[in-house]
């Protein structure tokens, strides 16, 4: 039982919560009991897990959370990065909200084959913020790290200042499903094949939230090639 | 030029932190060039409106705002609640994220011509992370309140663990498009017409995230709708 706030795996949780940390350790971490149930699931092997009361007293792991009081169990993980590939994927350039990562990761384990691949300036997908929103998705379907350049198949951009019509446009499967930030769009130059939006009323606003963006994406081109098949 | 902290308008900001300031006084907050703009672009009246360096010494708007340090401006505005209504509403049952609530209202402006509905155990729309997650969509499609019994349409509930796909539902307009809390889903008893279930992959997750639902659902009925016309 760890009794002290000095003990050397709370200072490492600690630590963790700095992205500097993580990418230098290669480890993440994990809080409450149905993420940790989602690593089990996955078969993500914990560095370790520390259930409060029986690892260690519990308001110490309160203080080394981030979620504050009441939290039950804490594990450290080793960050898992998938390879690119598979017939649906989704690339995001400049993706800076954790949350919004999190949220996409999820949303691409129920609707893509392929992973979400992370291109420059997006937020870190192993921060808590991140891991909180994937609801476990991280463990059982890791993220990729890429350019758009390298990627392979048909790079499609959601923007809503395409001209054409997402329902409109051919699709050639594998796709890449490329978003970018909500304010910015995608930018010139980043080598999409086609460019397409989602139809939306007169009066709507500029965007949408770029995970809603990837959700109504990832839907309409899932079902539009299983209806190919 | 405000320069004290114990200024009426910068109190009156700290205390709408709190759900039950903004409940009791009918206004709220919000935080930000662009929310501002929005505001002014569908003619919601502020209360007033304080710019720094102009209205305020700077660090005094820091130390009202949610957002800390570089805040520019906080206008106050008077809430406002939508009658339900329209061909296609949301209507949302103990949904208890202030993130999800504000992309949902959002992506329902984009989308849909009826408001978001807010039943019980909803979070307030008009908190500072609501506000700031419709972008500024609560100016222009204010939210409304109502148990689903008193709405009028098909009632329509996404459930991940419904028999049906949404796409072989069929339809009868106006539809209002249900969605719960995502680990408890619709309560039985809610008084759905027909629930639905978004298709998912063989290994997805239990759920997707409610606002990324809430964006398939809508994007689904509406285009269905719009074929019917």
């Given at each position: 039982?760890?009794?002290?706030p ?12 700095a992205?500097?940390h993580?990418e230098?350790?290669?480890?993440f971490?994990?809080?409450?009991e149905?993420?940790v149930e989602?690593?089990e699931a996955a078969g993500?092997?914990?560095e370790f897990v520390?259930?409060a009361?029986?690892?260690v007293q519990?308001?110490?792991l ?14 450290v993980y080793r ?12 690339h995001?350039h400049?993706?800076?909200?954790p949350?919004?990562i999190?949220t996409v990761?999820r949303t691409a ?10 291109g420059?300036?997006c937020?870190d997908?192993y921060?808590?913020?991140a ?5 476990g998705s ?8 890429a ?5 392979d198949g ?5 923007d ?5 019509d997402?329902r409109?446009v051919?699709?050639?499967p594998?796709?890449?499903?490329c978003?970018?930030?909500?304010r ?5 130059g980043?080598g ?5 939006r ?5 009066d709507?606003p500029?965007?949408?939230n770029?995970?809603?963006a990837a959700a109504v994406g ?10 190919r098949?």
């Amino acid at each position: 039982m760890i009794t002290s706030p000095h003990n050397e795996k709370l200072k490492l949780i600690r630590k963790l919560k700095a992205r500097k940390h993580r990418e230098r350790s290669g480890l993440f971490v994990a809080e409450g009991e149905d993420l940790v149930e989602a690593a089990e699931a996955a078969g993500a092997q914990a560095e370790f897990v520390l259930l409060a009361g029986r690892d260690v007293q519990p308001e110490l792991l309160d203080g080394a959370s981030e979620l504050g009081s009441g939290t039950r169990v804490i594990g450290v993980y080793r960050e898992r990065w998938a390879e690119p590939g598979g017939d649906l994927q989704v690339h995001l350039h400049e993706v800076g909200d954790p949350g919004n990562i999190g949220t996409v990761i999820r949303t691409a384990h129920a609707l893509a084959d392929g992973p979400v691949v992370l291109g420059p300036g997006c937020a870190d997908p192993y921060s808590s913020k991140a891991v909180r929103a994937s609801m476990g998705s991280v463990f059982a379907r890791p993220p990729a790290r890429a350019e758009l350049g390298v990627l392979d198949g048909f790079k499609l951009g959601l923007d809503a200042r395409a001209a054409v019509d997402l329902r409109e446009v051919e699709l050639d499967p594998p796709v890449v499903l490329c978003l970018g930030a909500e304010r910015e769009g995608l930018p010139a130059g980043l080598g999409v094949d086609a460019t397409a939006r989602i139809a939306m009323r007169p009066d709507a606003p500029n965007s949408l939230n770029v995970a809603a963006a990837a959700a109504v994406g990832l839907y309409e081109v899932a079902n539009r090639m299983a209806r190919r098949d």
